[in-house]
Antibody
Framework: QVQLQESGPGLVKPSETLSLTCAVS?????????WGWIRQPPGKGLEWIGT???????YYSPSLTSRVTISVDTSKNQFSLKLSSVTAADTAVYYC???????????WGQGTLVTVSS | QSVLTQPPSVSAAPGQKVTISCSGS????????VSWYQQLPGTAPKLLIY???KRPSGIPDRFSGSKSGTSASLGITGLQTGDEADYYC???????????FGGGTKLTVL
């Protein structure tokens, strides 16, 4: 059974960089699939952030591409998200998920709330 | 403003059937697979339908998906109180080179 678990600081100061990691178990990232990040502001809908293949090939949301970096560490079977210059608008529950290319997210992490506040 | 348009809410009585629509364009729904997700209160989204009309293992056949042109629909029959959740459609947008989601539909089982 594939499982994903997000981890990282729950509070980030404005203008700083948000950093999250997603640990994958039950499947080797280097075996295939894309791996992605999705966020959900409180009380709002889902917003895709970006996805990455184990080779490093990535897709990013056009609205976030200037601030987002997603990387993969196959040796630790995990992938990471960095979002720079955060503001209160970046406050959200951040989910990591496995992505079937150009199609669907089949396995999701439980999500982690990140609050941007001084 | 979401790229995909869903009704904000739908409601129906237990045992009844409900349909949730998802409208897009030729850049997204019209030429790519649609997926549907169920998000129960306080939990992560769960894949309900993929590739327009396929159900993952463990998803009951009360849930069905369809697509026609630039629109897709999720059907739920035999409604149960446990089906009360937010439902999202998603697909790839070839023009944006991005995953896009609908704004979500809140299902209330009266």
């Amino acid at each position: 059974q594939v499982q994903l678990q997000e981890s990282g600081p729950g509070l980030v100061k404005p203008s700083e960089t948000l950093s999250l990691t997603c640990a994958v178990s039950g499947y080797s990232i280097s075996s295939g699939y894309y791996w992605g990040w999705i966020r959900q502001p409180p009380g709002k809908g889902l917003e895709w952030i970006g996805t990455i293949y184990h080779s490093g090939s990535a897709y990013y949301s056009p609205s976030l591409t200037s601030r987002v970096t997603i990387s993969v560490d196959t040796s630790k079977n995990q992938f990471s998200l960095k979002l720079s210059s955060v503001t209160a608008a970046d406050t959200a529950v951040y989910y990591c998920a496995r992505w079937w290319e150009l199609s669907y997210f089949d396995y999701w992490g439980q999500g982690t709330l990140v609050t941007v506040s001084s | 403003q979401s790229v995909l348009t869903q009704p904000p809410s739908v409601s129906a009585a237990p045992g009844q059937k409900v349909t949730i629509s998802c409208s897009g364009s030729s850049f997204n729904i019209g030429n790519n697979f649609v997926s549907w997700y169920q998000q129960l209160p306080g939990t992560a989204p769960k894949l309900l339908i993929y590739d327009n009309n396929k159900r993952p293992s463990g998803i009951p056949d009360r849930f069905s998906g369809s697509k026609s042109g630039t629109s897709a629909s999720l059907g739920i029959t035999g409604l149960q109180t446990g089906d009360e959740a937010d439902y999202y459609c998603g697909t790839w947008d070839s023009s944006l080179s991005a995953v896009v989601f609908g704004g979500g539909t809140k299902l209330t089982v009266l």
